[in-house]
């Protein structure tokens, strides 16, 4: 939540974003009764997230605190420079990130006899599905997803079955939407648990009245005014929005350096006021009387000419000015911005400590890829938590869909980010070699370890089904060609000594 740290002389200190806050409610089961009393208790925690949230885009947006800049001397000069180092982190993250769509692989199960069969009917259902995905665009829906919580820490999806408008030939039975987190919420039990108990979308009636829309795993609720005006079964057995979160913290990627970012923003403001002040400098007169049309006669001419008021001191005329040491505001800048950098998890792009000798690896450690990688990973385990919660909805989609042949069960899948997958290819191609070499190492480890492969199960098993074939094609090969030069050797050699021609109808005997 954000809290004040205190006040100073020009009243509160701007608040300090920590995270979102996690909306519980005192309620293990939601239903007609208390859906009420539980979605009025849920709403102030909800607003103050949602307010964060919408401060956190609009900073992302540009609409920055140096835009309301105040400067109490030379007001006429009061330059306000955003530098966006908060789109550009987001930016990363997300290309990074999502260089390449999601993929749904299938996991290798040990199981009966008749596995093999199994695994293949498997395989091709994880690829149907992912065939549905692609038609739903899902790729697009996670990059708005990651975006929403790349900035605010949290991000919503909803998942329900096709209307009869939006039903398709061809397509998924289902809907996937992105849902904005300044208007969704979930609220979770309080127990150790913490399951969610319900979710909650606000919309606009077309009175211009606000509704809630809740959700539970069996039911739907449209609230109003403090009342239930409609409500509908879930037949999904899971709730339709799912919540996504980037950490544990519920922070997005450059809520920690907001601090930091801001100083940024001071500091390339003051330097272009400088350069301006410097321009635009005061005039000072030493020991003579100049009024206003005698000023601006010299601002027209160029020149003045002024009378010495004591003749005991000299007189002079010249400009006030205290450049501001770039130099040192250029160190300054840096330091802020390489800190921002190493918080987060972001590589630097100054090639500092460069050596034409580094190695591909030296690089990726000294330039700031690995943290990263971590980072990512980081993500990764987060999103794969909620991306079960989202199948467990599409798949019982899917098996209540009279046009759609998926029955999978969530242990079956795995979700596969494709981000490096094909960086230091030479490098895992020959790692796999090794391996395969080594007679003490399975084929099947070798090519989950190598990092070559998406999917490295379907990997070796196409493989091995390729080795075999091969070895088959090989070994009849092989065959024809020794009975080819047999019958040849036979031939070349003729009747055979002590051996009689044979009568005719006779079999002559093999040599």
Not at 309 to 314: A, T, Y
Not at 397 to 407: E, F, K, T, Y
Not at 442 to 452: D, E, K, R, S, V
Not at 453 to 471: M, V
């Amino acid at each position: 939540m954000a809290d004040t740290i205190g006040q100073d002389a020009n009243g509160p200190v701007r608040p300090v974003y920590k995270g979102r806050a996690t909306v519980y409610s005192r309620f293990d089961e939601i239903c007609e009764d208390n859906v009420v009393q539980a979605l009025e208790e849920a709403l102030p925690c909800f607003r103050a997230n949602s307010a964060q949230i919408q401060y956190l885009w609009s900073y992302y947006k540009g609409v920055q605190p140096i835009l309301g800049r105040e400067k109490k001397v030379r007001e006429d000069i009061n330059n306000t420079v955003v530098e966006n180092h908060a789109q550009e982190v987001v930016a990363f993250k997300i290309g990074y990130q999502l260089a390449e769509p999601l993929q749904y692989t299938c996991r290798m199960q040990e199981s009966d006899d008749d596995s093999d069969a199994s695994y293949d009917d498997t395989l091709k259902q994880v690829n149907e599905l992912n065939t549905l995905m692609f038609a739903e665009d899902k790729a697009s829906c996670d990059r708005d997803l990651f975006e929403w919580m790349a900035v605010g820490g949290i991000g919503f999806r909803m998942c329900e079955a096709d209307s009869a408008a939006d039903a398709e030939d061809g397509g998924a039975p289902f809907e996937i939407y992105t849902l904005d987190p300044r208007r969704t919420f979930v609220v979770r039990s309080r127990s150790y648990h913490h399951r969610v108990v319900m979710s909650v979308w606000a919309g606009i009636d077309s009175d211009d009245d606000e509704v809630y829309n809740v959700y539970t795993d069996e039911m739907w609720f449209l609230v109003k005014n403090g009342s239930v005006r409609d409500r509908g079964p879930i037949t999904y057995g899971a709730n339709p929005i799912v919540e996504y979160q980037l950490n544990n913290a519920r922070m997005g990627v450059f809520e920690p350096v907001l601090g930091l970012l801001d100083a940024i923003n001071v500091i390339e403001s003051n330097r272009l006021d400088d350069i301006e002040q410097t321009v635009q400098a005061l005039m000072k007169f030493v020991n003579c009387e100049v009024d206003k049309d005698e000023f601006l006669e010299m601002l027209d001419l160029g020149a003045v000419k002024v009378k010495t008021i004591d003749p005991q001191f000299k007189s002079d005329i010249d400009v006030i000015k205290t450049d501001l040491d770039q130099t040192g505001a250029q160190v300054a800048k840096e330091d802020l911005y390489q800190s921002v950098v190493n918080i987060c998890g972001m590589p630097n792009r100054n090639g500092q400590g460069g050596s034409t000798s580094d190695t591909g690896a030296a690089v990726l450690l000294r330039d700031g890829w690995t943290l990263a990688e971590s980072h990512a990973k980081s993500y990764e385990l987060q999103f794969k938590r909620a991306e079960r919660d989202f199948l467990r909805v599409a798949l019982s989609i899917c098996r209540q869909s009279a046009d759609c042949a998926i029955d999978l069960r969530i242990r079956d899948i795995e979700l596969a980010f494709n981000r490096r997958n094909y960086e230091n290819i030479l490098v895992k191609s020959q790692v796999l070699t090794t391996m395969l070499e080594s007679e003490k190492v399975h084929p099947q480890l070798a090519f989950q370890a190598c990092g070559l492969f998406t999917d490295p199960d379907a990997a070796y098993r196409q493989s091995q089904e390729y080795a075999d074939e091969r070895g088959t094609d090989l070994a009849a090969a092989a065959m024809a060609v020794a009975s080819e030069q047999t019958v040849a050797r036979t031939v070349a050699a003729g009747p055979q000594a002590g051996v009689p021609e044979p009568e005719e109808g006779e079999i002559a005997p093999v040599a």
